[in-house]
């Protein structure tokens, strides 16, 4: 426990540092929403090479600044369904290619994933990264393209992985993308709290903020309620 008492501090510290810069943010900015993220993943094994990983997902916003005209404050954003495969063994470890399909503002949008992940564990802290391009194809805009790329820290209090262990976790994403050959770029920085039921399923709960818009056109700011529950097969 000695070990991980200072990532815990610090950990800490980072969260409540995102919060506070949420509030100001959000009482600086004229363009803002406030609501719930739930999500449930999946991970299955397909073979002794190949794993897939699954997605389940849907927002409300509660709150939204400028309000829009002629329609209710709390809406439903969206849903959407991912499905990756990634191989788990062999010289090319970590590659991984998938789909996901999003339904919001009365339409479908696809998506093409390709990526590459790796993590390494030291004691109860695990480090993982995440590289992701993707193609972006809705009815009614032009083609999106984006390059992300996202760490992660995730502290077990506990035994890693057993039964009864809460853990702590943290996310920073950044997100490049190129749409009517215009780019943009987007910030996200998750801290939750989460709590493993099973050695199969864990339960998260924490904030969500999203910067958007950084490039050119005007800032807006998204805080996100995000729960999220994962089952292993």
Request: zero cysteines; proline letters at 3%; aromatic letters at 12%.
């Given at each position: 426990?000695?070990?991980?008492?200072?990532?815990?501090?610090?950990?800490?510290?980072?969260?409540?540092?995102?919060?506070?810069?949420?509030?100001?943010?959000?009482?600086?900015?004229?363009?803002?929403?406030?609501?719930?993220?739930?999500?449930?993943?999946?991970?299955?094994?397909?073979?002794?090479?190949?794993?897939?990983?699954?997605?389940?997902?849907?927002?409300?916003i509660f709150f939204q600044n400028p309000f829009p005209d002629n329609q209710s404050e709390v809406q439903f954003e969206k849903i959407e369904l991912e499905m990756v495969l990634v191989r788990s063994a062999g010289p090319l470890s970590g590659i991984g290619a998938g789909y996901m399909v999003r339904y919001a503002d009365h339409h479908f949008a696809h998506q093409l994933?390709?990526?590459?992940?790796?993590?390494?564990?030291?004691?109860?802290?695990?480090?993982?990264?995440?590289?992701?391009?993707?193609?972006?194809?809705?009815?009614?805009?032009?083609?999106?393209?984006?390059?992300?790329?996202?760490?992660?820290?995730?502290?077990?209090?506990?035994?890693?992985?057993?039964?009864?262990?809460?853990?702590?976790?943290?996310?920073?994403?950044?997100?490049?993308?190129?749409?009517?050959?215009?780019?943009?770029?987007?910030?996200?920085?998750?801290?939750?709290?989460?709590?493993?039921?099973?050695?199969?399923?864990?339960?998260?709960?924490?904030?969500?903020?999203?910067?958007?818009?950084?490039?050119?056109?005007?800032?807006?700011?998204?805080?996100?309620?995000?729960?999220?529950?994962?089952?292993?097969?």
């Amino acid at each position: 426990m000695k070990g991980l008492k200072p990532f815990t501090a610090s950990l800490n510290k980072a969260q409540i540092i995102l919060l506070l810069l949420s509030f100001i943010a959000f009482n600086a900015s004229a363009q803002n929403r406030i609501g719930l993220s739930n999500q449930i993943s999946t991970k299955f094994k397909i073979s002794n090479t190949w794993s897939g990983n699954s997605r389940l997902a849907a927002r409300e916003i509660f709150f939204q600044n400028p309000f829009p005209d002629n329609q209710s404050e709390v809406q439903f954003e969206k849903i959407e369904l991912e499905m990756v495969l990634v191989r788990s063994a062999g010289p090319l470890s970590g590659i991984g290619a998938g789909y996901m399909v999003r339904y919001a503002d009365h339409h479908f949008a696809h998506q093409l994933i390709q990526q590459y992940s790796f993590s390494k564990t030291f004691t109860s802290l695990e480090i993982s990264h995440r590289f992701r391009t993707e193609q972006i194809f809705e009815e009614t805009k032009a083609d999106k393209y984006r390059i992300r790329y996202r760490v992660g820290f995730k502290q077990s209090l506990k035994n890693s992985g057993q039964p009864n262990n809460w853990f702590l976790k943290f996310n920073n994403e950044y997100i490049g993308s190129l749409q009517n050959k215009t780019g943009n770029l987007e910030i996200r920085a998750l801290g939750a709290v989460g709590y493993t039921l099973s050695p199969k399923n864990q339960i998260e709960a924490g904030m969500d903020y999203r910067v958007r818009d950084l490039i050119r056109t005007k800032t807006k700011h998204d805080l996100w309620l995000a729960i999220n529950w994962q089952h292993n097969f």
